[in-house]
Structure formats: structure tokens, C-alpha cells
């Protein structure tokens, strides 16, 4: 069984950057690779900072974060990926997106290379047919933060061989990550339950039963979630969880999964959550006010 030392993530974004923190925390050397120098040297910033927290908070000591730093080359092109023994995918949930990367991805790899996915949403089958390797191609869905969040998703589409399975599963394990193994149905498992809560949140709020502040508060307090359903949509992005509902409408063909009209609206102003400063709330001030 290959053992992962070389891993390339494609996308520095929230999700990529996150990936090459954790990567490189477990001793992997670690290629990030987006569409421009900019995009990764703010990416690197970002995990700088982040690892500077876990400092702070004595998870990980100031040599760990020295080293984890130095082991991240940043990967202009994906020629520069061509030594890594995996790499992963963590690019915009835009099928047609991920399936030029990969076109212009796996003729620069070795053979031998794996290559993986961190969509939340969209068939493996259908992305690992869009490589020259799909025996060894699979998901691998990332939990946000990844540096926090305990869980992986590990998916195999229908060609994924047992030997690419196992080394991913080991590779996961090995950074610490507890696995949850899930079919190749829409959405796969965390989703598939977690963003049709947030969309029936959304139709609550379209419909007038309560307030942003009131429907968050009491899934807060009367659910004792972590975070409001609103807000953890604003987190997500909600362009990502219109995307997820998208998928999960078509290929489950049932309208139970009808993204709310407005979600489609929030979306449509460019209305985001977090990442554009507005969403379900608008995070401008000194503290988050509810738009609704």
C-alpha cells in the first residue's frame, strides 16, 4: 500500500487552506496550488494566523508551527504538483469548475498518483469519470474548519479499487480525523441531513414564522445547537448550500429538496453570509445585525 508523504491541494480557499494546515501539521510535505501567487500567499497568512492561535491555546507548540509552516511550497502551476503521492481537489462546488481542473491536472501526475475530491456534494462516479484514474480517484469531504473539525467523509465512486480506499483511509486517520464512510448519493451523509435543516430554516423565515434572530435563537436554545441554522448558513456560504440543495433537488427528484426561493434571492444580490459580509446577517458593524 502507497504510503501519502507528498500532498497537492488545489483551492486556497477556506476549505483548501484549511486542508494544507492540517496536512502539514502531520508532517506531509504540502503543494497549494490556486489561480494566483495573491490567493496563496493570503491563504499562507491565514494558516499562519491560525496556527498561531492553536499556539495560544498550547495545542500545538511554536516549533510545530514553524516547521508545518516550512513544509508548504506554493504551486503556481500544476506542473509543480507532479512528486505528490495524492491530490486534492477543494475548488468551488461547481462541477464543470472541478472537471477542467482535473483535465488539466492528472496529465501532469504520475501514474501512480491519487487524486481526490473535497466536494460536500456532487457524485464521485461522475467526477472520477472525468480523469484518466478513476480507480483511483475518490471523495474525501472535509469537515469547516478542518483544523477543528474532527470529522471525514471518505467516499468511493464506483471504480475507486480497494488499495486507493485504504491508503486514504489511513492517510485521513493519520491526520487525526475520526472516518465516516458514506455511499455516493447526493450529498453523501452530513450534508444530506445537515442542509435540508438549513433550507426548512430558510423557508421558516420565508414564510414569516420567525425572525433571523428568533428562528436562530431557538435551535440554540431549545435544540442546543452550537450555532443557529441561519447563521451556520451564513458561515457555510450561502451560495455553497444553494449548490447542495441544487444537487440534492436533481438527483433525488423529490421536492422536499426545493432550495427556498429566498435562498435563491440572497444568492442572486450577492448576498453571501460571512464571506461577503452579508447574508442573513450583515456583519459590517461591530457586531452581526440580522437583515430580516
Sequence with gaps: MMKIRRVGVIGAGQM????????????????????????????????????????????????????????????????????????????SEDEQVKRKIFAGLCPVLRPDTLVATNT?????????????????????????????????????????????????RNFTIDLGKTV?????????????????????????????VGTVEAIDTAMKLGAHHPMGPLELADFIGLDTCLSIMQVLYDGLADSKYRPCPLLVKYVEAGWLGRKTQRGFYDYRGEKPVPTR
Design 16 to 91: 483548501g487552506n484549511g486542508i494544507a494546515h492540517v496536512c502539514a501539521l502531520a508532517g506531509h510535505k504540502v503543494y497549494l496550488n490556486d489561480l494566483s501567487r495573491e490567493i496563496i500567499e493570503s491563504a499562507l497568512a491565514t494558516i499562519n494566523g491560525n496556527m498561531a492561535r492553536q499556539v495560544r491555546n498550547g495545542r500545538i507548540t511554536e516549533e510545530q508551527r514553524k516547521e508545518a509552516l516550512g513544509r508548504i511550497e506554493i504551486a503556481e502551476s500544476f506542473e509543480v504538483l507532479e512528486p505528490c503521492d495524492l491530490v486534492i481537489e477543494s475548488a
Design 120 to 168: 460536500s456534494s456532487i457524485s464521485i462516479t461522475r467526477l472520477a469519470a472525468a480523469t484518466d484514474r478513476p480507480e483511483r480517484f475518490m471523495g474525501i469531504h472535509f469537515m469547516n474548519p478542518v483544523p477543528v473539525m474532527e470529522l471525514v467523509e471518505l467516499i468511493r465512486g464506483i471504480a475507486t479499487d480497494d488499495e486507493t480506499f485504504n491508503t486514504v
Design 180 to 208: 465516516a464512510v458514506a455511499e455516493d448519493f447526493p450529498a453523501f451523509i452530513v450534508n444530506r441531513i445537515l442542509l435540508p435543516m438549513i433550507n426548512e430554516a430558510v423557508y421558516t423565515l420565508y414564510e414569516g
